[in-house]
């Protein structure tokens, strides 16, 4: 959908922000250009609306130069959201929803309708919002009519130039959540510029890392740049604790499960001491195989059944969350273990700190030897 065929952008001085990139981006694919102040990232997302006219090479969009299409023309066909928003003061929010539309004819009707369902789909209602005006917003709620706005004639491609970087951490988490949960619904192609690698690692399909002077250092994945830097340069970007960043690229997968004991509600406690053997404890499931809780050893003792002495169970995550998720929940509930639920919450098994680290270890050795997870044996020093 976007190509880039060695493009670069000099200035007169000399100065060389982007050198002869070549770089593709799938249509539906969202790649996050990242690297430290100054790299050209933003430059280079500019050249693809031609906001900057690149010095040399070509840039395609769904098969077209843009170096020979209409500036305007190709702008208003492009989605555009920046960190300031830059919506205007004294429209309403349901006008600069519009905006484009009305540049591009549209009928007023068809306007408002098209700028009220987009405003439902970043979660403003329109019945709340669409008479408001920037200033009554917060700023996440500013940076949502935003992304709506660069919606509002269904561009094939979106191009973000840290959109979420100007409001403080709590909001910006809920809308890296909410616009992964959108771009699940849009799936638009998507240039993202940031400077942060973690929001780069949580939104990336792919991530391409710059150095100064606009020369790509690696174009990969978010897991294979965690686990295989490809040069000194980007080790030293992604930073030291990058296998803690790789816990948020890593799903829990039923490989990692340990299995411990499991007990029905209904069951006897005299027959959940003997299920439990010599564990500790065990989890205890519904008739229909859904987490009930956990029972330990030393209270399945005496008449009555489980249901009577089960404790509830408060951390637990799905299948396919990322173990930075579950590695949360354990430090949250200071849970020794977690339970992992499957489809219609049905129990599959739980996940300790050693078989998280195990599927920590397990994922980077795949990367580096180019192999799927489960085909990694993994030797620990209990098998020394």
């Known amino acids: 959908m976007i190509r880039l ?16 990139l070549s770089l593709d981006v799938a249509k539906g694919e969202l790649v996050v250009l990242v690297g430290p102040s100054g790299c050209g ?8 609306n031609r906001l900057v006219e690149p010095t040399g ?51 007023k009707a068809r306007r408002r309708e098209r700028a009220h369902e987009l405003l439902e789909l ?11 005006y920037p200033h009554e917003l917060s700023g996440g709620q500013r940076q949502r009519v935003g992304v709506a706005r660069a919606l509002a004639v269904d561009p094939p491609v979106l191009l973000m130039d840290e959109p979420f970087s100007a409001v403080d951490p709590v909001v910006r ?18 240039l993202f510029v940031t400077h942060d690698i973690e929001e ?31 040069t000194p340069f980007v080790a030293d970007f992604v930073g030291f604790d990058r296998g803690l960043k790789r816990l948020s690229v890593t799903p829990v997968t039923e490989a990692d499960l340990d299995h411990p004991p499991v007990v029905r509600a ?26 009930a809780g956990w029972i330990s050893q030393d209270t399945a003792t005496g008449d009555g059944v489980v249901s009577d002495h089960a404790r509830r169970m408060e951390a637990w995550v799905e299948l396919g969350d990322s173990l930075k998720v579950a590695f949360a929940e354990m430090l949250q509930w200071n849970a020794g273990w977690i339970a992992v639920l499957g489809d219609d919450d049905r129990y599959l098994g739980v996940l300790t700190p050693s078989t998280l680290h195990a599927a920590l270890r397990r994922s980077v050795e795949a990367d580096n030897r180019s192999i799927e997870p489960s085909q990694v044996d993994l030797v620990t020093v209990s098998d020394a």
């Open 5 to 20: 065929d060695g493009v670069s952008k000099r200035y007169p001085d000399g100065t060389v922000a982007v050198h002869e």
């Open 41 to 48: 990232k933003t430059t280079t997302m500019k050249m693809v």
């Open 57 to 107: 090479g070509r840039i395609f969009v769904d098969g077209a130069d843009v170096t020979h299409t209409d500036p305007v023309k190709l702008r208003r066909g492009i989605g555009y959201v920046i960190q300031n928003v830059g919506l205007f003061p004294h429209r309403s929010i349901v006008d600069n929803v519009a905006v484009v539309p009305e540049l591009s004819g549209w009928s």
């Open 122 to 132: 970043v979660g403003l209602p329109p019945d709340t919002y669409a008479r408001r």
């Open 173 to 190: 988490g809920q809308l890296q959540d909410e616009f992964l949960r959108l771009q699940e619904d849009v799936r638009k192609t998507i």
């Open 200 to 230: 780069a690692v949580r939104l990336g399909d792919r991530i391409a890392v710059f150095a100064q002077g606009g020369r790509l250092e690696q174009f990969d994945t978010p897991a294979s740049i965690l686990g295989a830097p490809a």
């Open 266 to 291: 209904d069951d006897t406690l005299r027959s959940a001491a003997a299920t439990m053997g010599t564990s500790r404890w065990a989890v205890v499931l519904d008739s229909k195989g859904g987490l």
